[in-house]
């Protein structure tokens, strides 16, 4: 009976641990993504500001993804961890500041946008990340980064005119010390625009690095910088 007991109790155990690994799943760095409120919404694809109102004219964040360096990422890790906007009181006016949405239509208070994130990526990085950490991670990377002030001290504007690509990327590079990926989109006239800036950043959330791998994917050699 004893040895009957002990190999059932083992077993669960076993259980435990491998849901455990499950639950806590292994990955190589962060993207950390932000994007220019402007080249999101003059697209044929429809924009609405959420109900906080127009965002500032300024990067905002799209999201803080783990991914492993094959360029492939783990996505819905954790489906008992549940988004819970009560775990984030001390962070809503920054998030609403520095993370609207503007995907929803019609307009949002952006938590569906946070929601998204947190089950598709951020569940992911429960190993070394909790909820609150998770978006305050994000959050503080956003300060460090300062994209807008840093294109701004190299002369480039969000005035809607041309930019050289490789000019974005040492005016980023120069003040954040690591190289960017860019990411461009068209325009409703079908010119190619500055969308997406994303920088890598090491497993514990903190500290920028340069990238193991970058998406795929590019853009042309000079990109407009839409006005917001």
Known sequence: MEHKYCSILFKLLILQCLSLLCV???????????QWPASY?????????????????DFSIHGLWPNYKDGSYPSNCDADSPFNQAELSDLASNMQKNWPSLQACPSSNSVGFWTHEWVKHGTCSESVLDQHGYFASALNLKQRSSLLQSL?????????????????KEALKEAIGYTPWIECNTDASGNSQLYQIYLCVDTSGSDFIECPVFPKGKCSSAIEFPSF
């Open 24 to 34: 806590s799943q292994d990955f190589d760095f962060f993207y950390f993504v932000q």
């Open 41 to 57: 919404c003059d697209t044929k694809q429809s924009c609405c500001y959420p109900t906080s109102g127009k965002p500032a004219a």
């Open 152 to 168: 701004n001290r190299a002369g480039i504007e969000a005035d809607g005119k041309s930019y050289s690509l490789q000019n974005i």
